[in-house]
């Protein structure tokens, strides 16, 4: 939940070396403070489509509820009413996705699920919804998913696939638009990266500003 203002030398030069693995791709950056992410991927990956976000939304959110005070905030944007509902009730929804996140940091399946729903094919078969309460769960149901390639990419069994999908849909981990929420994202990347340490034998202490 921590959010340091910018990123460090390291992470401008991860991004620069490996801009081009964006190349094509949508980009979200939660958190745009002076827009540095934004800056290297346009310069190494002219092709991406890059989404920003002003981190005073962020620290807004967060100040008001440690604070104990009100933030209004609505969706502007018809097309993406259906996200209504993850604001309605902001101390509701977020203690349901820490423990859905909670849970699914222990599964190690769950977490496989995770990494690969990017990826998945996904069909909608309508618009999305703008007039209802449950949204979230009519843009489910419009949503028609390949879950044997699921399975492929994941590399588990279709009983497992089922099971996975019911939790992390249900814990809101994942959603209908092929994104992940922003826990469960940021865990899939530290261990990533710890990986990718270990793999080459770094040790957190190797690495110097």
Same mark, same amino acid.
């Given at each position: 939940?921590?959010?340091i203002?910018?990123?460090?030398?390291?992470?401008?030069?991860?991004?620069?070396? +490996?801009?081009? /693995?964006? !190349?094509?791709?949508?980009?979200?950056?939660?958190?745009?403070?002076?827009?540095?992410?934004?800056?290297?991927?346009?310069?190494? $990956?002219?092709?991406?489509? *890059?989404?920003?976000?002003?981190?005073?939304?962020?620290?807004?959110?967060? @100040? /008001?509820?440690?604070?104990?005070?009100?933030?209004?905030?609505?969706?502007?944007?018809? +097309?993406?009413?259906? *996200?209504?509902?993850?604001?309605? %009730?902001?101390?509701?929804? $977020?203690?349901?996705?820490?423990?859905?996140v909670?849970?699914?940091?222990?599964?190690?399946?769950?977490?496989? *699920?995770a990494?690969?729903?990017?990826?998945?094919?996904?069909?909608?078969?309508?618009?999305?919804?703008? %007039?209802?309460? !449950?949204?979230?769960?009519?843009?489910?149901g419009?949503?028609?998913?390949?879950?044997q390639?699921? /399975?492929?990419? /994941?590399?588990?069994?279709?009983?497992?696939?089922?099971?996975?999908?019911?939790?992390?849909r249900?814990?809101?981990?994942?959603l209908? %638009?092929g994104?992940?929420?922003?826990?469960?994202?940021?865990? *899939?990347?530290?261990e990533? $990266?710890?990986?990718?340490?270990?793999?080459? @034998?770094?040790?957190?202490? !190797?690495?110097?500003?």
């Open positions: 939940m921590s959010f203002g910018s990123i460090n030398a390291e992470t401008r030069k991860w991004l620069g070396n +490996n801009g081009a /693995a964006f !190349d094509g791709r949508q980009v979200y950056v939660g958190c745009s403070g002076a827009f540095t992410v934004e800056q290297l991927l346009t310069r190494y $990956a002219p092709k991406a489509k *890059l989404w920003g976000n002003d981190v005073s939304l962020y620290s807004g959110v967060l @100040g /008001a509820y440690l604070t104990d005070q009100a933030f209004p905030l609505e969706i502007a944007e018809e +097309n993406y009413a259906w *996200l209504e509902s993850f604001i309605s %009730d902001t101390e509701a929804k $977020a203690a349901e996705i820490f423990e859905g909670a849970l699914f940091s222990q599964n190690a399946v769950l977490k496989r *699920l990494a690969a729903w990017p990826m998945v094919k996904r069909k909608s078969c309508g618009p999305p919804p703008t %007039d209802q309460e !449950d949204a979230l769960e009519v843009l489910w419009q949503t028609r998913i390949d879950f390639g699921w /399975a492929v990419l /994941a590399q588990v069994s279709p009983v497992q696939v089922m099971e996975g999908y019911q939790v992390l249900g814990n809101g981990i994942i209908p %638009d994104t992940l929420n922003h826990l469960a994202e940021s865990l *899939l990347k530290k990533a $990266a710890g990986k990718l340490m270990a793999d080459f @034998g770094i040790k957190p202490g !190797d690495i110097k500003k």
